[in-house]
C-alpha cells in the first residue's frame, strides 16, 4: 500500500513549508502538485520515492499538464523565487498574522464559527451562508472564495504584505458587519 498525498492546493510553500505533510511528521510514497508550481500556468507534477518512480516506465503515468517546456521553465522560477525570496518563512509570518486579524474578527462578529487552517491559507466558518459575503467582497475588490456553502477560504499570495492583509481583513469586516445588520 501506497501513501499518496495530494498537494495540489497546499504544496509549494501556502501552509509555511514547502509541503503540507511536512507538519505531520509523515514521509509519503507519492506527492502530487499543481497550481502554485506553474506560477499562473497550468502544469501538473508527480514526486515518488526512487524505489516507487523506478517502477514506472514511460506511459505509465501521466499529467495533462506535465512536462511543457515553457511551464517546467515557469516551475523552475518558482522554485528559484520560494528560495531566494525566503516566501516559505514569510508564509509562516504573515500566517500568523492573518490569522491574528481573522480571529479578531471573530471576536468582533458572532456570525464567525471558526477561523482554521495555517500559513496561508485560511478558512473563515459563518453561520450563515457565504454566497453573498463572496459577491460584496468582490465589488468591493476582494477576490475569495466560499466552500461548503459556509466557508469562507482566504488564499492570498506568498508575498502577501501586512499592509495588504489589513486591506483584506478591513473589507472583509465590513461587508461582515453590513450582513450581521
Not at 510514497?29 to 506553474?38: E, F, I, N, Q, R
Not at 466558518?125 to 459575503?133: F, N, S
Request: proline residues 3%.
Amino acid at each position: 500500500m501506497l501513501l499518496i498525498i495530494d498537494e495540489v492546493q497546499t504544496g509549494i510553500g501556502r501552509t509555511g513549508k514547502m509541503f503540507c505533510y511536512q507538519h505531520y511528521g509523515i514521509t509519503p510514497d507519492v506527492v502530487t502538485l499543481a497550481k502554485a508550481l506553474g506560477g499562473g500556468l497550468p502544469i501538473g507534477a508527480m514526486i515518488a520515492r526512487k524505489e516507487i518512480a523506478d517502477t514506472l516506465g514511460p506511459g505509465m503515468h501521466a499529467s495533462t499538464f506535465g512536462g511543457g517546456p515553457v511551464v517546467c521553465k515557469a516551475a523552475l522560477a518558482v522554485l528559484k523565487a520560494v528560495q531566494q525570496e525566503k516566501l516559505l518563512l514569510k508564509a509562516r509570518s504573515m500566517g500568523e498574522y492573518l490569522f491574528k486579524r481573522l480571529n479578531d474578527l471573530k471576536e468582533k462578529l458572532p456570525l464567525i464559527v471558526e477561523v482554521r487552517g495555517m500559513g496561508l491559507m485560511a478558512g473563515v466558518e459563518l453561520d450563515i451562508d457565504g454566497k453573498a459575503v463572496v459577491q460584496e467582497c468582490l465589488r468591493k475588490g476582494l477576490l475569495i472564495n466560499c466552500t461548503h456553502e459556509r466557508v469562507l477560504r482566504l488564499m492570498p499570495a506568498l508575498n502577501v504584505s501586512a499592509k495588504e492583509v489589513d486591506k483584506a481583513t478591513g473589507i472583509l469586516y465590513s461587508v461582515l458587519k453590513g450582513v450581521a445588520k
